[in-house]
């Protein structure tokens, strides 16, 4: 915004971004399934566009106002997404059945596996990055930012100055 309103972390890089979305979506993919499609994909999609393409550092808020969006949306109409012709299911219900009083009969949670393992490394791997840009750097990722040299933190300065 022009008046400098946003709410800017301008240290989170896309690789970060990238690990909390595989992260995310496995947590909707595995334990809202009915979700997955729009609470999980679409949801995190969005921010992550807008970060990676126009509005450098600014994930955090585009993230906290397309959860609010959509909570609010769900709230106010939750069969959109559980009982619609927009409703979707993950492979594990190959049959269509989401009750939770009957066990699907043909279950296969190997998307769900390997989506978790997927997600699991991702964050290992982003983990790693940034223990070692902090050990290079001889700086404490809690305290100091330790992607300041890269060209999306310097685009996410320029915006809050």
Known sequence: SKKHDDMLWPDMTILYIIAYDLWNFEYTYNNLPTHAW????????????????????????????????????????PLFQDASVFSTLPVLYADGVMDPTVRPTAADPTMQG???????????????????????????????????DTRDFRQAMARAE
């Open 38 to 77: 729009y609470c999980g994909l679409a949801l995190l999609l969005a921010p992550t566009f807008a970060n990676a393409l126009w509005n450098k550092g600014g994930w955090i808020q585009n993230r906290a106002n397309t959860l609010a969006l959509w909570c609010m949306f769900a709230q106010v109409f």
């Open 114 to 148: 390997v989506i978790a393992i997927l997600a699991l490394a991702a964050n290992v791997i982003v983990l790693a990055i940034i223990i070692k840009r902090a050990v290079q750097q001889k700086k404490n990722p809690y305290k100091n930012e330790i992607f300041s």
